[in-house]
């Protein structure tokens, strides 16, 4: 009976992780003993479809800009400074759509989404270009108020200078160099 018993036994229930190992659980331990990152995550298809079913359909929806008018109506701002930026060519790279699919892949991927703000001599508005989420810090200076400290690595294409290792050091950007977009 004892060599039976082995072979029909009841599969074991599942365990609560939480309960007696608590290091695991704050520390991002999982079950499968497997670490899991954004990118991992990604390679998993069900992930990688709902990332980019909604990104897609989030990027296709129509971008209007409105005011307000006098009589407390609205009507379409198309000369807005900021119209052609976003409903058209955010930078020389990407189209409107490609942008907004990739702010909201940042952001159903890591929770923010950020985008570097660059002006011309007079502050005007001339190009948005997005950052990765996971090489930015958010944090408040001693008066309160928001900082962001974005890494770059050597490795990266900056000032059209290519580097070789990935030796990191920080940028620090202020409010006015960084927008967020949050749900």
Same mark, same amino acid.
């Given at each position: 009976?004892?060599?039976?018993?082995?072979?029909?036994?009841?599969?074991?229930?599942?365990?609560?992780?939480?309960?007696?190992?608590?290091?695991?659980?704050?520390?991002?331990?999982?079950?499968?003993?497997?670490?899991?990152?954004?990118?991992?995550?990604?390679?998993?298809?069900?992930?990688?479809?709902?990332?980019?079913?909604?990104?897609?359909?989030?990027?296709?929806?129509?971008?209007?800009?409105?005011?307000?008018?006098?009589?407390?109506?609205?009507?379409?701002?198309?000369?807005?400074?900021?119209?052609?930026?976003?409903?058209?060519?955010?930078?020389?790279?990407?189209?409107?759509?490609?942008?907004?699919?990739?702010?909201?892949?940042?952001?159903?991927?890591?929770?923010?989404?950020?985008?570097?703000?660059?002006?011309?001599?007079?502050?005007?508005?001339?190009?948005?270009?997005?950052?990765?989420?996971?090489?930015?810090?958010?944090? &408040?200076?001693?008066?309160? &108020?928001?900082?962001?400290?974005?890494?770059?690595?050597?490795?990266?294409?900056?000032?059209?200078?290519?580097?070789?290792?990935?030796?990191?050091?920080?940028?620090?950007?202020?409010?006015?160099?960084?927008?967020?977009?949050?749900?």
């Amino acid at each position: 009976m004892g060599i039976l018993s082995g072979l029909f036994r009841s599969r074991d229930k599942p365990t609560d992780r939480t309960a007696g190992s608590a290091y695991s659980f704050f520390l991002g331990g999982t079950a499968s003993g497997k670490y899991v990152t954004e990118r991992s995550a990604m390679q998993m298809t069900a992930v990688y479809c709902c990332v980019r079913i909604l990104s897609e359909a989030v990027a296709s929806l129509p971008l209007q800009f409105y005011r307000y008018t006098d009589d407390g109506g609205k009507e379409k701002a198309v000369e807005h400074p900021l119209y052609f930026l976003l409903h058209d060519e955010p930078n020389p790279e990407m189209t409107s759509f490609i942008f907004r699919e990739t702010l909201m892949t940042h952001l159903l991927l890591w929770g923010n989404a950020y985008s570097q703000i660059i002006r011309n001599g007079k502050g005007e508005v001339v190009a948005l270009y997005p950052l990765m989420p996971d090489r930015m810090k958010v944090d &408040r200076d001693e008066h309160g &108020r928001l900082y962001y400290e974005y890494t770059v690595y050597d490795a990266d294409d900056v000032d059209g200078r290519k580097g070789t290792d990935r030796v990191g050091r920080t940028v620090r950007l202020s409010l006015t160099m960084c927008c967020t977009f949050r749900d």
